[in-house]
């Protein structure tokens, strides 16, 4: 884009870093991420949370929670997609008790849980103490 006179901007670096995500290139993805930080772009919700699902995505909790801590001390709060990437990703490791806790930080952000959400949450639910807990954050989220 330089080359041709075109100045990046966070729209065309987010764009980027998300071919990296879905070729499962976390490498690439690391080192990008850094460069356009290098660069002056300051990454924004949607910079993060492609970074988040790239981490989810490849299983790698430990970067998940670091990008995520890194973008909340940016300031930067989780939205819909981000949540529900955090769950899924807990809920590949059948992690009900962290399952429940970011449906209950997705709630108390304002953000409304999505069907994903809700299904990650009622899928993991073995017990019937776990289905009941369940079922009524499943319904205090629809209110």
Same mark, same amino acid.
């Given at each position: 884009?330089?080359? $041709? +006179?075109?100045?990046?901007?966070?729209?065309?670096?987010?764009?980027?870093?998300?071919?990296?995500?879905?070729?499962?290139?976390?490498?690439?993805?690391? !080192?990008?991420?850094?460069?356009? +930080?290098?660069?002056?772009?300051?990454? #924004?919700?949607?910079?993060?949370?492609?970074?988040?699902?790239?981490?989810?995505?490849?299983?790698?909790?430990? *970067?998940?929670?670091?990008?995520?801590?890194?973008?909340?001390?940016?300031?930067? *709060?989780?939205?819909?997609?981000?949540?529900?990437?955090?769950?899924?990703?807990?809920? !590949?490791?059948? $992690?009900?008790?962290?399952?429940?806790?970011?449906? !209950?930080?997705?709630?108390?952000?304002?953000?409304?849980? $999505?069907?994903?959400?809700? #299904?990650?949450?009622?899928?993991?639910? *073995?017990?019937?103490?776990? *289905?009941?807990?369940?079922?009524?954050?499943?319904?205090?989220?629809?209110?």
């Amino acid at each position: 884009m330089t080359r $041709d +006179k075109c100045s990046p901007d966070l729209c065309s670096y987010t764009t980027l870093l998300s071919a990296y995500v879905n070729a499962s290139d976390m490498e690439g993805a690391e !080192k990008f991420f850094i460069r356009l +930080k290098r660069d002056g772009i300051v990454p #924004n919700v949607v910079t993060y949370g492609t970074q988040i699902k790239g981490y989810a995505k490849i299983n790698n909790l430990d *970067k998940m929670m670091k990008t995520y801590e890194e973008m909340r001390l940016q300031g930067i *709060k989780a939205n819909q997609t981000i949540f529900t990437n955090l769950m899924d990703a807990h809920g !590949k490791h059948i $992690d009900f008790g962290s399952v429940v806790t970011w449906f !209950k930080e997705m709630v108390s952000s304002g953000c409304n849980p $999505d069907k994903k959400a809700k #299904n990650i949450l009622l899928s993991l639910a *073995k017990t019937g103490e776990e *289905k009941q807990e369940a079922l009524e954050l499943v319904g205090i989220s629809q209110l």
